[in-house]
């Protein structure tokens, strides 16, 4: 079926009425709302990392809410283990046997909150969730629900208690996004307004989780010309080529990418990806996987997104 909005106009206003909903919540931040679902419809998982209480916390909250997914959170501090997250078993008397008991990574949408306030070893037990939509333990492999989600929250690494990931770990979001301060006006109309937490606590879904996964369904069939398919390869290639990284995107990132441009496509109503399409979510999918050639150097989002695009031609 066509996604074009003269032949299917229904999927187009149902983001669009997500994509308000969220806005009238998070005020100043639509392009950041976006970014996020699209992350989302391209089955992927988010990464915002930003100071505290900028709204971090209310975003993953909120796309629960409207998108309709059990939600859980788990807040992830320097004692945290593996078992919390996973779940452990527990020796169960009447039975004679251990029973398992499912950790709070079984639910569709999970607040993975200050992810890098906990040691590599916890953060880890996300790895196999996130890439497999899977957990093993005990040598039993348990699936997780349809549709799966992760969205992490990390501090600035300036910040005390804060273990910087690790590239693998890194790798496994499709996105990053940073919310920043809110603009003048819509900061007064935040303190001037009602408390966010009510306002998220009366959201009721704005879809089933059948229409939900049917949307991610679509993202793929979303068409990419072969010009497209030569243009993200370029970008790949460039970045492989260039002294001013330590090494260039993988193949997961250029999968990554264009899995990205097609929802951006899908929420403005297209059913064929253009180049601004690959342009508008380049940052947030490549430059938290690229590191400087100094070991361990990071470069501001908007500089190297500016670098990439300009030395990679349409």
Not at 125 to 135: F, K
Request: hydrophobic fraction near 45%; charged fraction near 25%.
């Amino acid at each position: 079926m066509s996604l074009h909005p003269k032949s299917s106009p229904a999927r187009p206003t149902l983001a669009e009425r997500i994509l308000q909903e969220a806005g009238a919540v998070i005020l100043g931040k639509d392009r950041e709302l976006r970014l996020a679902l699209a992350c989302l419809l391209a089955r992927g998982h988010l990464l915002v990392e930003d100071l505290p209480g900028v709204g971090k916390t209310t975003l993953a909250h909120l796309l629960a809410r409207l998108l309709g997914l059990d939600y859980s959170r788990i807040q992830f501090t320097s004692d945290l283990l593996p078992a919390d997250v996973i779940g452990v078993s527990v020796y169960d008397r009447a039975s004679e046997s251990f029973r398992f008991h499912p950790g709070p990574i079984f639910s569709q949408l999970i607040l993975a909150d200050e992810i890098n306030r906990a040691t590599p070893k916890a953060q880890s037990a996300l790895l196999e969730a996130m890439e497999e939509r899977q957990v093993t333990v005990e040598g039993e492999t348990r699936r997780l629900p349809e549709p799966f989600f992760v969205i992490a929250t990390q501090n600035p690494l300036f910040q005390v208690g804060t273990f910087p990931l690790p590239e693998s770990q890194l790798d496994r979001f499709l996105m990053r996004i940073h919310l920043g301060y809110p603009a003048a006006e819509q900061e007064k109309a935040l303190l001037a307004g009602e408390d966010r937490r009510e306002m998220v606590a009366r959201q009721r879904p704005a879809l089933t989780n059948a229409e939900l996964i049917d949307l991610q369904k679509s993202v793929i069939r979303i068409h990419a010309a072969s010009p497209i398919i030569d243009y993200i390869h370029a970008i790949l290639q460039f970045t492989r080529g260039s002294e001013r990284f330590a090494y260039g995107l993988s193949p997961r990132a250029g999968l990554g990418l264009l899995h990205a441009a097609k929802s951006w496509a899908l929420l403005a109503g297209r059913d064929y990806v253009m180049p601004e399409d690959v342009q508008a979510v380049l940052p947030s999918v490549a430059v938290h996987r690229l590191t400087g050639g100094e070991p361990g150097q990071r470069i501001g989002d908007d500089e190297v997104a500016r670098f990439i695009l300009t030395n990679v031609p349409v």
